[in-house]
């Protein structure tokens, strides 16, 4: 069986990585980011995920880009699925090279 690395949610990278040295709330950046309150705290919690419109906002706040977002969440999203179906995954036989 292969090791599977333990997934980061984006919301843990938002959270850990950029409100809480700012000693920034959800809601400080909801209002920043005219979004919700409610969906950055979902974020944060590691609830839901990065769509392409929070990554662009996130982008334009923090001075990141929307790819380093929704690469983060893709990242995730792979992790998880992999886990999920390691043996199916594993089952498959690769193509021959000749």
Same mark, same amino acid.
């Given at each position: 069986?292969?090791?599977?690395?333990?997934?980061?949610?984006?919301?843990?990278?938002?959270?850990?990585?950029?409100?809480?040295?700012?000693?920034?709330?959800?809601?400080?950046?909801? *209002?920043?980011?005219?979004?919700?309150?409610?969906?950055? *705290?979902?974020?944060?919690?590691?609830?839901?995920?990065?769509?392409?419109? /929070?990554?662009?906002?996130?982008?334009?706040?923090?001075?990141?880009?929307?790819?380093?977002?929704?690469?983060?969440?893709?990242?995730?999203?792979?992790?998880?699925?992999?886990?999920?179906?390691?043996?199916?995954?594993?089952?498959?036989?690769? /193509? *021959?090279?000749?």
């Amino acid at each position: 069986m292969t090791n599977i690395i333990t997934p980061v949610h984006p919301g843990e990278i938002l959270r850990e990585d950029y409100m809480a040295p700012l000693g920034m709330t959800a809601a400080a950046l909801a *209002e920043t980011l005219r979004v919700p309150q409610p969906l950055i *705290e979902q974020i944060a919690a590691e609830q839901t995920t990065i769509s392409a419109d /929070i990554a662009l906002r996130l982008a334009q706040y923090f001075r990141t880009s929307p790819e380093f977002w929704l690469n983060l969440q893709a990242s995730h999203d792979i992790m998880v699925q992999a886990a999920a179906m390691v043996d199916e995954i594993e089952a498959i036989r690769q /193509i *021959e090279v000749v």
